[in-house]
């Protein structure tokens, strides 16, 4: 088995042992929010009334102790005068409190609403109130560029590392075959493993409370087989590994092989021939894939797997037809034609089909072996590849969804040779529709303002929720967009370098697949996907990119509204330039 693909075992059996541990009770995990009950308590058990008192004493609750990372800011803030209807008006002392007082600005007006059920009066909202606590303002914005001295060092021959001949099995009868084999040895490695842990022989290979097919052996034949028959399957593994969040995608060259040529004319031309019986064996590749993987139960409930198959089998068919991708291309050539960061190159529509896609060849390396680049210069590819998808979802509505990092350079402008972000491969290019780009733009400024309902109220409009979900899945679901919008809400740049995203996405994903109740909207696989596959990259670079002001800037400009907008439409067959 190829070196390439021993090296990604770990990922898939991570991935597999998520979906396994999502299957196990959550009596464990469920806690409080302790300072929030203790709050809601002293309101609902008739407490309201004691509530304004002890503000009208100069008590806050909630005030004592609470920690902030930084100093805390301490000012001297008069607390509202607070009437009975049958009595005087009381004191108006003044109190000294921290600016993080403790509860939210939802908790404060849930406590006054009930104080005023009980007959407590408070003051106009015209009048002072108390001191809310306000993000404050990104201001610390980073924006590397490349050295004005830096030289791109790139080999004379851009040969895919350890690539190798290799037959693909194109038949049907071929591929199934391969995929029998498959189930076959699963369930010789998981009897293997379960006869280990029962008669402790020798000491197993996996965690005795994952699935018994989960274990090391399995998880290479997986992968041996993926490799070995390429194509949806190899594909599906890739789309199932990034869709937990792993620290990086499954695999490259998964459909097609790209060659270098030259022209008739002496142009030097880039060739991706799809392998044969590609196309045509996207459906029985996934349903014989999903079948052997079912063996064992490792999919749980929550997973919504004939969702994500019947998304995946979409975006297959499509990338298998070159034509459209040449016509994606085209696309981000217009959009970015006049960016100085990026290029694209030309495409040969005279010389591909829906089979083949010439396209101009470019030099340069692929993003991910630029870690032992300058630190400028890693800040700068992480940072512009997460701007670029901002981009492509808030601004165009137009995005290439395939996070491999070989589809993305760092070469040469192939006119003045300057260094460039060469975007490369668009089969998985996709529209979004506005009404949803809206919803998701409400929910992602929510996380950046840090605001629970909100998050919620458009999750439920988008189709993330369906309203009847268990607190533990709301939690869960908020949390998850909160550790995502912390990038996008730091007011400092971002160290990707000490991020713990991965760890704690990992610890929600059993939760939110054990308590979902509906499959995320089928926009989110391929859009996440991409996401995931920035924030990983970014990672892997040790970068740091100042998210929140990128993310400022595209949202300060952005229009909510069908109005003045337009769809870019690739399956439209007259649209090629």
Request: glycine share 6%; hydrophobic share 35%.
């Amino acid at each position: 088995m190829a070196r390439n693909g021993r090296n990604d075992l770990n990922q898939i059996l991570k991935t597999l042992q998520i979906l396994a541990q999502s299957q196990i009770g959550y009596e464990a995990r469920q806690t409080q929010a302790k300072a929030k009950d203790e709050l809601l308590r002293l309101a609902v058990n008739g407490g309201a009334a004691t509530f304004a008192r002890l503000l009208s004493s100069g008590i806050y609750p909630g005030s004592g102790g609470y920690v902030v990372e930084h100093e805390a800011v301490t000012s001297a803030i008069p607390v509202p005068e607070v009437m009975h209807e049958s009595s005087a008006p009381l004191s108006t002392p003044t109190v000294e409190i921290t600016t993080s007082a403790g509860i939210s600005p939802e908790e404060e007006a849930y406590l006054i609403k009930a104080a005023r059920e009980v007959g407590v009066i408070f003051p106009k909202p015209s009048e002072p109130k108390l001191a809310e606590v306000h993000k404050p303002k990104v201001v610390n914005s980073y924006r590397p560029r490349l050295p004005k001295e830096y030289s791109l060092r790139v080999a004379s021959e851009n040969v895919l590392e350890e690539s190798r001949e290799r037959a693909v099995p194109s038949s049907r009868i071929s591929r199934l075959a391969s995929f029998g084999n498959l189930a076959f040895g699963l369930s010789m490695g998981a009897a293997a493993e379960v006869t280990r842990r029962t008669f402790g022989w020798e000491q197993a290979e996996a965690d005795t409370k994952t699935n018994p097919f989960l274990t090391p052996a399995n998880a290479e034949r997986i992968v041996s087989t993926l490799c070995r028959v390429r194509g949806a399957a190899l594909k599906l593994g890739q789309m199932l590994s990034i869709q937990d969040f792993e620290e990086k995608p499954f695999a490259a060259a998964s459909i097609g092989q790209v060659h270098r040529a030259i022209t008739l004319d002496g142009k030097k031309v880039a060739i991706k021939i799809q392998y044969p019986g590609v196309a045509e064996g996207i459906d029985s590749d996934i349903d014989n894939l999903v079948s052997v993987l079912n063996l064992g139960g490792i999919f749980p409930k929550g997973m919504f797997l004939d969702t994500f198959t019947t998304v995946a089998r979409r975006e297959l068919k499509a990338e298998c037809d070159y034509e459209r991708e040449a016509r994606a291309a085209n696309v981000f050539r217009r959009l970015l034609a006049n960016d100085p960061d990026f290029y694209v190159p030309q495409i040969y529509s005279d010389l591909s089909s829906k089979r083949v896609l010439t396209a101009e060849y470019i030099e340069g390396i692929s993003v991910d072996k630029c870690v032992n680049e300058p630190q400028a210069v890693r800040d700068y590819i992480a940072g512009k590849f997460i701007e670029l998808c901002l981009k492509e979802i808030f601004v165009w509505r137009f995005m290439q969804t395939d996070p491999n990092w070989s589809n993305f350079f760092l070469g040469k402008h192939p006119s003045t040779g300057d260094p460039r972000l060469i975007l490369l491969d668009f089969g998985a290019s996709r529209s979004y529709q506005k009404k949803f780009v809206d919803q998701y733009m409400h929910i992602i400024r929510a996380a950046y303002d840090e605001d629970r309902e909100k998050m919620l109220k458009y999750s439920r409009k988008i189709g993330f929720l369906t309203g009847y979900e268990s607190k533990v899945m709301e939690q869960a679901h908020c949390e998850s967009i909160s550790i995502l919008g912390e990038t996008l809400s730091s007011n400092k740049p971002y160290d990707f370098s000490a991020q713990d995203v991965t760890r704690r996405i990992h610890k929600l994903i059993p939760i939110m697949l054990e308590h979902r109740l509906t499959s995320p909207p089928e926009e989110i696989y391929s859009l996440h996907r991409k996401l995931s596959g920035s924030y990983l990259l970014a990672t892997k670079l040790k970068a740091v990119v100042s998210c929140g002001p990128i993310f400022e800037e595209i949202y300060s400009q952005y229009k909510f509204g069908e109005n003045g907008s337009e769809d870019i439409d690739i399956e439209d067959n007259k649209m090629n330039s």
